[in-house]
T-cell receptor
Framework: GQQLNQSPQSMFIQEGEDVSMNCTSSSIFNTWLWYKQEPGEGPVLLIALYKAGELTSNGRLTAQFGITRKDSFLNISASIPSDVGIYFCAGFRGAGNNRKLIWGLGTSLAVNP | NAGVMQNPRHLVRRRGQEARLRCSPMKGHSHVYWYRQLPEEGLKFMVYLQKENIIDESGMPKERFSAEFPKEGPSILRIQQVVRGDSAAYFC???????????????FGDGTRLSIL
């Protein structure tokens, strides 16, 4: 099935470092969502973006909806060990019965204390 | 707990048996989605249902898999005659009913981990 290009695939960083990950596509999206999944649990919504250019923060997390509507990034500042997990981007395309939620393959984040 | 509830959390079946996975959406949500996830992989969409209707089943295997969301009670994902390749985590998500629901985020349950012996 169709998926977003999410990068990097994995990251291993030191506690305190900033993190950046992104999703890109050749298609236009009208909503971007960022989720985090921890082992043994379901994905949890972190940030939802609804307008091109929108920049939204949630604590140490910041995400932006790209101006072209074809990309989005997620930044995590001053990482801590509990940031460990898999981060997924997802985007809505189309409308009505053709509306689809397309998922990235995830960015796996490991934080070294 | 007002979240999406899935049960059982773990399910073990022998090849050829049937597996039934249940999902109760968040209160006020009538849109339900089922996903499958293999270890170290992303989420694969299976089916989207509203109360009593299947809206999109483009991700469902053509055989052995079925889903329903009755007027009363939870949504059920049913897998008949299970095979080893059905082993995976199955996640349910729901989204709200309000206007503009088409772009409302989906909220996930903690999944059912299905193991086939």
């Amino acid at each position: 099935g169709q998926q977003l290009n999410q990068s990097p695939q994995s990251m291993f960083i030191q506690e305190g470092e900033d993190v950046s990950m992104n999703c890109t596509s050749s298609s236009i999206f009208n909503t971007w969502l960022w989720y985090k999944q921890e082992p043994g649990e379901g994905p949890v919504l972190l940030i939802a973006l609804y307008k091109a250019g929108e920049l939204t923060s949630n604590g140490r997390l910041t995400a932006q909806f790209g101006i072209t509507r074809k990309d989005s990034f997620l930044n995590i500042s001053a990482s801590i060990p509990s940031d460990v997990g898999i981060y997924f981007c997802a985007g809505f395309r189309g409308a009505g019965n053709n509306r689809k939620l397309i998922w990235g393959l995830g960015t796996s984040l490991a934080v070294n204390p | 707990n007002a979240g999406v509830m899935q049960n059982p959390r773990h399910l073990v079946r022998r090849r050829g048996q049937e597996a039934r996975l249940r999902c109760s959406p968040m209160k006020g949500h009538s849109h339900v989605y089922w996903y499958r996830q293999l270890p170290e992989e992303g989420l694969k969409f299976m089916v989207y249902l509203q109360k009593e209707n299947i809206i999109d089943e483009s991700g469902m295997p053509k055989e052995r898999f079925s889903a329903e969301f009755p007027k009363e009670g939870p949504s059920i994902l049913r897998i008949q005659q299970v095979v080893r390749g059905d082993s995976a985590a199955y996640f349910c998500a729901s989204s709200p009913d309000k206007a503009g629901a088409s772009n409302q985020p989906q909220h996930f349950g903690d999944g059912t981990r299905l193991s086939i012996l």
